[in-house]
């Protein structure tokens, strides 16, 4: 569970990269619309990273009929919470396994990015450099100079810079420095770092790298003598291996260039073939950051003022379980999708706890009477019981309550409405202070036991908990549709 966030990230990445390098494949590569290029494929990359984190939703709600609720018996309760040791399991471990595998090839990977630049500039401390206009000519005997990287120009000193090979090679790599084609490359090393699973980052990283390339030659090429500059570039001897975050003149696709400086100047339907781009982008938002609640919803027929409370926070933790989760974690989150989700249903919820804070039951109790709240709902997550063979949902109920008999109502309807996601639930009369304070009917609900994988998974899956905290607040407009008719 450690990993499934992660890996619906990756998964949700990967496909919206591959749509987007699949257009570019199909209308842009090799296309002589160099600039356009390079902003698609840096706007690629970024958007195939943002766009699963983005989160849309569009609310069709329509109306049935409540369900009908019988009271349920309220069963003596005793005991306090406890906390759960934190659990370890084989699954836990498996988890952490592949976490540190994969921060460890991303380690790997960035620790290669960073040799590369330290080679970089250890070439360039122990070489004469010259401040030019706009950049630093670095004079080496190193053999895979020329390159460039950020405002450094290294330089051959076998190569004429007065000729007019060198001219041409010289107004190449200032092209790169002018352009900042390095902070592209280094852009996507990191991104290549951090999603290395990604194929298709490896793939943007090296069309954009050959983009870098057919903009320096079409900037080199001044007097349009395309032909000098191709024989140029087949006289060069070139080798294989070069630091890939520079800007090597003789290590590049050399096919690809020519073809670039021979073909014509204008693409055809060059528009259009921006254009297409809309569609790629809207239909990867439809398919990972837009979705279409269509759930039945039954509105109360007045506006309920629910005072809604996320157990513990601050300095209490409360209940403890496998992998470090904490109770007062999964309560928030229970807490901040009812109130998403609450204008729907006719519900206004105020929340007595919005962030990890230290409040007592007192202060509690106190910011839902001064609400003049309708109802109060605490929510909590269950402690391991070992004695106890129950495994549902805990409705707490207090008899010392001036609310006790409506307090049943309102946990019975909540009760019948978690029955229709196949929970069991059971309504207990326990001595808690924020209920026997309360100036309204209230209820504490344990959303579950923390050891329990399927109760866990239930919070932490964003479609299981839109059902969950919808039953509760399903269970919330029942009550109030019964007490008004």
């Given amino acids: 569970m450690l990993l499934t966030p992660a890996i619906a990230f990756l998964f949700k990445s990967f496909v919206c990269s591959a749509l987007m390098l699949g257009y570019y494949w199909l209308f842009l590569r090799n296309r002589r619309m160099h600039v356009y290029n390079r902003i698609y494929l840096l706007a690629a990359t970024v958007l195939s990273i943002l766009i699963p ?20 018996q309220v069963l003596p309760g005793n005991g306090t919470e406890q906390e759960v040791a934190q659990a370890s399991s084989w699954l836990a471990y498996k988890d952490l396994i592949a976490l540190g595998a994969y921060t460890l090839v991303s380690l790997f990977i960035l620790g290669t990015l960073v040799a590369r630049v330290a080679w970089v500039y250890r070439l360039k401390h122990k070489s004469i450099t010259t401040k030019m206009q706009g950049f630093h000519f670095v004079y080496t005997q190193n053999s895979r100079a020329p390159f460039s990287f950020l405002n450094n120009l290294f330089w051959r000193g076998d190569i004429d810079i007065q000729s007019h090979a060198g001219r041409l090679i010289l107004q190449h790599e200032l092209a790169h420095i002018r352009q900042g084609h390095t902070w592209d490359k280094l852009f996507m090393q990191l991104t290549v770092a951090l999603c290395w699973l990604n194929p298709c980052y490896w793939i943007i990283q090296k069309e954009l790298s050959l983009v870098h390339e057919f903009l320096a030659d079409e900037n080199a090429i001044t007097d349009n003598n395309t032909e000098a500059f191709a024989h140029m570039l087949l006289q060069t001897h070139y080798g294989n291996k070069f630091p890939d975050i520079i800007h090597p003149f003789f290590y590049s696709s050399t096919k690809r260039r020519l073809i670039m400086l021979n073909q014509l100047k204008h693409t055809g339907y060059l528009s259009m073939r921006k254009l297409m781009v ?13 979705k279409v609640n269509s759930e039945k919803v039954t509105r109360a027929n007045k506006t309920i003022v629910l005072a809604l409370d996320a157990g513990h926070g601050g300095a209490d933790d409360g209940a403890l379980g496998a992998k470090g989760l904490k109770e007062k974690d999964l309560t928030l989150k229970i807490a901040n999708r009812i109130l998403q989700l609450g204008a729907a249903y006719n519900v206004k919820v105020i929340t007595i706890r919005s962030q990890d804070q230290d409040l007592n039951p007192e202060e509690r109790v106190t910011r839902a009477n001064n609400n003049a709240a309708d109802m109060l709902v605490s929510v909590h997550v269950n402690s391991k019981d070992a004695e106890s063979k129950f495994d549902g949902f805990d409705i707490m109920v207090e008899k010392r309550s001036s609310h006790y008999e409506q307090s049943k109502v309102l946990g019975s309807a909540i009760a019948a409405q978690l029955r229709t996601m196949q929970i069991q639930s059971r309504l207990l009369d326990k001595g808690i202070h924020v209920l026997r304070n309360a100036d309204m009917p209230a209820v504490l609900i344990e959303c579950g036991y923390m050891d329990n994988t399927a109760d866990i998974t239930r919070i932490d899956n964003d479609e299981q908990l839109d059902q969950l905290c919808r039953n509760i607040l399903s269970g919330l407009v029942a009550y109030q549709n019964t007490i008004t008719k």
Wanted: aromatic letters at 16%.
């Fill in 53 to 72: 984190l983005l989160h849309f939703e569009w609310h069709a709600p329509s109306q049935q009929v409540p369900a009908a609720f019988k009271l349920l």
């Fill in 278 to 290: 809309l569609p790629v982008i809207a239909a990867s938002v439809l398919l990972f950051s837009f």
